[in-house]
């Protein structure tokens, strides 16, 4: 599918977010950031296995930049690319072969499908087998998760600790780590078991981005996946950037065939009409982003004909997602609130934001 192009309005929300990350306040490097960048650098040489986990959709741009600054680098480092089911399979598969290319092991993840942690967990297992019949590890093993804000760390930990404990022992009381959709909620570094003989251990640490964000298609990026809070852009502009890139790809043409053939059974089940999640309001959030594209006559080329179409898309999108006349002081932010929540858990399509082929960064 395609991805984002450099479009005006990307361009501006990325720059208001390095404003932002240059303000006196810095959202996101505050002195519990530095904190905690203090305590991984302590913590690092221990560990045997450090887990960089990427957003699956932008692999370059959630980069864990300060782990290149870390001294010593660790060399067993493996990329995690978590959310895989939010991304394009076909450049997920080329995201993984760019790092293979590039020496960098990596391995992609579902943190919340059992199935799929369960292969991860037995990848790990196998990588730390390794360690020990070449005598480089002791009876315990440790991997510290590395990764930006809102990027999956906690949840994959969890699911991690829930499958990995094995012995009857281990099935008392969960110790969980905070799991949020808020970017920045954990403070502390906690660790938790996922594995017995030998024993496996995984050390959660906060979501850190660098003291300084300085590329606007970056940051970008950043903010509509979710790492960034939505209040530094806002959601109404997070929503327009979305759907210019929806509107620029190809992922809308699967939903012609749900549109000509309308399942009646879907909307025989509606129960709460303002639940924007069920399936029958989904359904028809699809079909009128399907109508609206495939009917619009202007170029999508230009910035002012893609403004004339979300436009169009944000009016009938109120009347899809039930926002009542009552808010329509407000419509707008509450059309935009709730098209990025079924972009953010996949139920818009599979979306990659950056090829990485496009893009010389240096691994």
């Given at each position: 599918m395609a991805t984002a192009r450099s479009w005006k309005i990307g361009r501006e929300i990325g720059d208001a977010v390095i404003k932002a990350s240059r303000s006196p306040n810095r959202r996101w490097y505050g002195p519990h950031m530095a904190a905690s960048v203090r305590a991984i650098s302590e913590r690092i040489p221990l560990v045997d296995f450090v887990l960089e986990i990427r957003d699956a959709r932008i692999p370059l741009s959630s980069e864990y930049e300060l782990l290149r600054k870390l001294s010593p680098f660790p060399s067993k480092r493996i990329i995690v690319l978590n959310k895989m089911e939010l991304a394009d399979p076909l450049e997920l598969k080329k995201s993984m072969d760019y790092f293979e290319e590039r020496n960098n092991l990596s391995y992609a993840v579902n943190s919340h499908n059992k199935e799929c942690v369960k292969q991860f967990l037995n990848f790990l297992q196998s990588r730390v087998r390794e360690l020990h019949k070449s005598g480089h590890l002791g009876h315990t093993t440790t991997m510290m998760l590395l990764g930006i804000p809102n990027v999956g760390k906690s949840a994959l930990a969890n699911s991690l600790h829930q499958i990995g404990r094995i012995s009857a022992a281990e099935k008392g009381k969960l110790k969980h780590t905070i799991v949020s959709s808020q970017p920045g909620d954990t403070k502390d570094i906690m660790s938790l078991k996922i594995g017995s003989h030998p024993n496996v251990y995984i050390l959660d640490t906060p979501g850190i981005f660098p003291p300084n964000l300085l590329d606007a298609e970056i940051c970008s990026r950043l903010a509509l996946t979710g790492a960034i809070p939505d209040d530094?852009?806002?959601?109404?502009?997070?929503?327009?950037?979305?759907?210019?890139?929806?509107?620029?790809?190809?992922?809308?043409?699967?939903?012609?065939?749900?549109?000509?053939?309308?399942?009646?059974?879907?909307?025989?089940?509606?129960?709460?009409?303002?639940?924007?999640?069920?399936?029958?309001?989904?359904?028809?959030?699809?079909?009128?982003?399907?109508?609206?594209?495939?009917?619009?006559?202007?170029?999508?080329?230009?910035?002012?004909?893609?403004?004339?179409?979300?436009?169009?898309?944000?009016?009938?999108?109120?009347?899809?997602?039930?926002?009542?006349?009552?808010?329509?002081?407000f419509a707008d932010v509450r059309v935009a609130s709730k098209i990025l929540n079924l972009y953010r858990t996949g139920r818009l399509g599979h979306h990659t934001l950056e090829h990485v082929s496009a893009l010389t960064k240096s691994f």
């Open positions: 530094i852009v806002g959601e109404t502009e997070l929503a327009r950037f979305l759907l210019t890139i929806l509107n620029s790809s190809d992922e809308y043409k699967k939903w012609a065939k749900l549109c000509n053939s309308q399942d009646l059974s879907i909307h025989r089940k509606r129960q709460y009409p303002t639940d924007h999640t069920q399936d029958f309001i989904v359904y028809d959030v699809r079909r009128v982003l399907y109508e609206t594209i495939s009917g619009f006559n202007g170029n999508l080329e230009e910035e002012i004909s893609m403004g004339n179409l979300i436009e169009t898309q944000f009016s009938a999108l109120r009347s899809v997602l039930r926002v009542s006349e009552e808010e329509s002081e």
